[in-house]
């Protein structure tokens, strides 16, 4: 059984930074890919980024690439989300996600039953 634990959420203003974690437990994270969702009030959940299980093949939304960034420390048994220039937008709860295998394409990371694993969430909150 694996659990994923999000932290590092919060009210910010546009333009600041966060950064999520996402602390797993059991012994299969360091060969899994890893990934972060984001879900709005009143809206389907939807993908926003992936790291591979070396750490290699991340792949990103369009709506963040050039501002979120995905890492892990396999060491550690986490995930991260380094977020810069949040928007408005950006508003939602970020979930983490482990899944069934070492990488997952672009074409499919996005989809859900490709995940074993999903976190609680953590709220991010971005005023204007």
């Known amino acids: 059984q694996v659990r994923l634990v999000e932290s590092g959420g919060g009210l910010v203003q546009a333009g600041d930074s966060l950064r999520l974690s996402c602390a797993a437990s059991?012994?299969?994270?360091?060969?899994?890919?890893m990934a972060w969702f984001r879900q709005a009030p009143g809206k389907q959940r939807d993908f926003v980024a992936i790291?591979?299980?070396?750490?290699?093949?991340?792949y990103y939304a369009d709506s963040v690439r050039g501002r979120f960034t995905i890492s892990r420390d396999n060491a550690k048994n986490t995930t991260y989300l380094q977020m810069n220039s949040l928007k408005p937008e950006d508003t939602a709860i970020y979930f983490c996600?482990?899944?069934?295998?070492?990488?997952?394409?672009?074409?499919?990371?996005?989809?859900?039953?490709?995940?074993?694993?999903w976190g609680q969430g953590t709220q991010v909150t971005v005023s204007s």
């Open positions: 790291i591979g299980a070396s750490g290699d093949g991340t």
């Open positions: 996600a482990l899944a069934a295998r070492a990488q997952l394409g672009p074409a499919i990371a996005g989809l859900y039953r490709w995940y074993n694993y």
């Open positions: 059991g012994r299969t994270f360091s060969n899994r890919a």
